[in-house]
């Protein structure tokens, strides 16, 4: 894609299963069968995504939406099909990889005025979170990740994946639960919220 106006064009579209394109990167094992998990869960949340394309990388460092949404087989070391034998932890991942996709047009192109909108309303109300790990901008995203897992999974399930010790960023995360229903409302104000995934 050579520029932003293609980019959009290409996000407007929804796609479904069929149409998605889930590859590991290296036809590892490891690799390969989380692909197949990764389809599994798709097809059974139905979920829908702002990109067609998802790359899988065996023991790659962190997961990342842009410009290609990659995920990684191991998280800390550890292989989600092994030692971590919970497949909702990956779809967690996949869901918040997602949600950086609506993330970085906003922050990155200026393109998404309404999220730009709610991220500068949160950082004047929350201006603490700017020391922190993960940023401001993770607010939205945990918001709506939050919400879309609590429809799919189990209260205990939804525990597990939102722990602290499971989290990147556990003080933002920390904060994020702290504050959930003041920044639940600045979302919903600028209409900041991620109905495509389930
Ligand atoms: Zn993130």
């Not at 200026?110 to 603490?128: A, R, S, T, Y």
């Not at 205990?156 to 639940?184: C, H, Q, V, W």
Request: proline share 4%; charged share 25%.
């Amino acid at each position: 894609m050579k520029n932003i106006n293609s980019y959009l064009n290409y996000i407007q579209e929804l796609y479904t299963l069929n149409q998605m394109d889930i590859y590991p990167k290296n036809n590892h094992p490891d690799e390969i069968k989380v692909v197949n998990m990764i389809e599994t869960l798709i097809g059974e949340y139905s979920l829908e995504f702002y990109t067609n394309k998802i790359m899988i990388v065996r023991k790659a460092p962190y997961s990342r939406a842009w410009p290609l949404l990659t995920l990684t087989t191991h998280y800390r070391g550890k292989y989600f099909l092994g030692e971590v034998k919970n497949r909702h932890w990956l779809l967690s991942l996949l869901v918040h990889e997602n949600l950086h996709w609506m993330n970085v047009v906003g922050s990155k192109y200026g393109e998404n005025k309404k999220l730009n909108k709610c991220v500068d309303e949160l950082e004047e109300g929350f201006p603490e979170t700017s020391k922190m790990e993960g940023g401001v901008e993770h607010l939205p995203i945990f918001y709506n990740q939050f919400n879309i897992l609590k429809k799919i999974v189990s209260s205990r399930e939804l525990k597990m994946i939102f722990s602290l010790s499971n989290t990147p960023y556990p003080d933002l995360m920390k904060f994020f639960f702290a504050n959930y229903k003041e920044i639940g409302k600045i979302v919903k104000k600028w209409g900041c919220i991620e109905k495509r995934m389930v």
